[in-house]
């Protein structure tokens, strides 16, 4: 038996894991904070127990490690840049080397990382422009949060995001000059690190990074119509602001019509812009909200940023041509949310517990009723249980409970899933560290 263990383990190593450079394209997606619950319970919410979504279409599957190098439980800088740089580095840091000290930056966004404080971490964004690729990243989030920044910025603190922006603007003070003429793609929210104090932002600097892009020849966007009437096919760049702060949860952006775009939208859009470069792009796209519906333990609005995230998979699938196309699908870290109780098949998973005997209200030890999605930790802890209603429980608003009392639900440890497919997926399998998932890519852009 461990001769034959041990033949087979060999034959898998030796196994060729990717044709180098076998990836003319690549697009991530990043679904922020979307562990194996957050998944399930969104194809549940959607499509029932027996369904699928667009991301578990994919013929690749890995478990990612996602510890930073400082916590078991990282945030989401080190996770991210883990995945675009290849190095582990300390919680809050954004694309730096693992001796980075994170360092509290101002309240205008701007930091002071000290000397002998680390140094960049070269990003698969900065490699691929290098390279003559087109280069972008769109997400739900503001364009300066951790995720997209670290794709092509570095400091020692994430809320650093007025010198995180200034990073992406091309010629002006601040801007990294690893990315070449610049992002041929920018969109997300968050405005006020874009513009002067002056002009209702947070930048002390007087700067309107909104104007600078434009005087750089990007198109400047920002609302959702104005992205439905652009003709993306017909653009070299594009930057589209879409809000001040983050935009908002997809529930929203639906049930009260705003004027924003779909994160499903800006994906095609922003394909549609790099596509036109003859020697391919790298493209990282965000379901950022997925995230911060769960810290707020809003198991609703998650799951419906989820399915959002899993639209813009769905469109890019239809869209990109996976001879030469590779696509990723990961989260950064998981949450504290479980799925628990034996509700019968077909309840919906925000409601109640009902049993799969009688289907009648599952109920605790104490007599309460209980739903089937609950948080170890976050805000909606009583010192005594009550029965949840099952009208409150599928309303927008509710508020999961929570095993332990904090005033914002916690990121979880765990493993989370990856999935893949297209030109050079082959190589992701098993069991890997998130620092293994940027070699993988980088091979098979040939970086």
Do not use: W
């Not at 690549?26 to 667009?54: C, H, N, W």
């Not at 499903?264 to 796209?285: F, H, I, P």
């Not at 949840?388 to 429980?393: E, F, I, L, N, T």
């Amino acid at each position: 038996m461990k001769t034959l263990l041990a033949a087979t383990l060999a034959a898998c190593a030796a196994s060729p894991a990717l044709a180098a450079g076998e990836a003319k394209n690549v697009i991530f997606f990043l679904g922020d904070g979307m562990g194996p619950a957050t998944v399930t319970a969104a194809r549940i919410y959607q499509y029932g127990e027996s369904g699928k979504l667009a991301m578990e279409k994919l013929d690749r599957t890995a478990r990612i490690k996602t510890f930073s190098n400082d916590a078991q439980t990282t945030d989401s800088a080190p996770s991210m840049a883990a995945y675009m740089t290849g190095v582990k580095m300390n919680n809050e840091v954004i694309s730096m080397t693992a001796d980075t000290r994170a360092i509290e930056p101002n309240s205008d966004g701007t930091g002071n990382c000290g000397s002998n404080n680390g140094a960049p971490a070269a990003t698969l964004l900065e490699l691929a422009k290098a390279k003559g690729k087109a280069i972008g990243a769109v997400t739900t989030t503001r364009v300066t949060h951790a995720t997209p920044a670290a794709t092509y910025a570095h400091v020692c603190h994430r809320d650093a995001e007025s010198d995180i922006i200034a990073q992406a603007v091309p010629g002006g003070a601040g801007y990294n000059a690893k990315l070449g003429a610049g992002l041929d793609v920018l969109m997300g929210g968050g405005s006020k690190f874009l513009l002067p104090k002056a002009s209702g932002g947070k930048r002390g600097d007087g700067r309107n990074l909104l104007q600078e892009f434009a005087a750089k020849g990007y198109p400047v966007l920002q609302t959702g119509a104005q992205l439905a009437a652009f003709d993306a096919k017909s653009a070299n760049k594009l930057v589209g602001i879409f809000g001040k702060d983050h935009l908002d949860y997809e529930l929203d952006r639906v049930k009260n019509k705003l004027d924003q775009p779909s994160l499903a939208q800006m994906t095609a859009a922003a394909m549609d812009v790099l596509s036109k470069n003859g020697k391919g792009y790298v493209l990282m796209v965000e379901g950022g909200r997925i995230d911060h519906a769960l810290h707020g333990t809003n198991a609703k609005r998650a799951l419906v940023d989820a399915i959002a995230f899993d639209e813009a998979i769905k469109t890019a699938l239809a869209k990109a041509d996976l001879k030469n196309t590779l696509i990723v699908v990961t989260a950064d870290h998981d949450h504290t949310m479980t799925i628990n109780g034996y509700s019968k098949r077909g309840n919906p998973i925000h409601d109640i517990s009902r049993s799969y005997v009688d289907g009648q209200p599952a109920k605790d030890a104490d007599g309460a009723v209980y739903t089937t999605l609950a948080f170890g930790n976050g805000p909606n802890r009583k010192p005594t249980r009550v029965s949840v209603d099952s009208a409150a429980a599928i309303a927008d608003d509710y508020q999961q409970e929570t095993g332990i009392r904090l005033s914002s639900e916690t990121h979880g440890g765990g493993d989370v899933m990856l999935m893949s497919g297209g030109a050079g997926s082959q190589g992701f399998k098993g069991v890997m560290d998130n620092t293994k998932v940027f070699s993988l890519v980088k091979s098979a852009l040939g970086l």
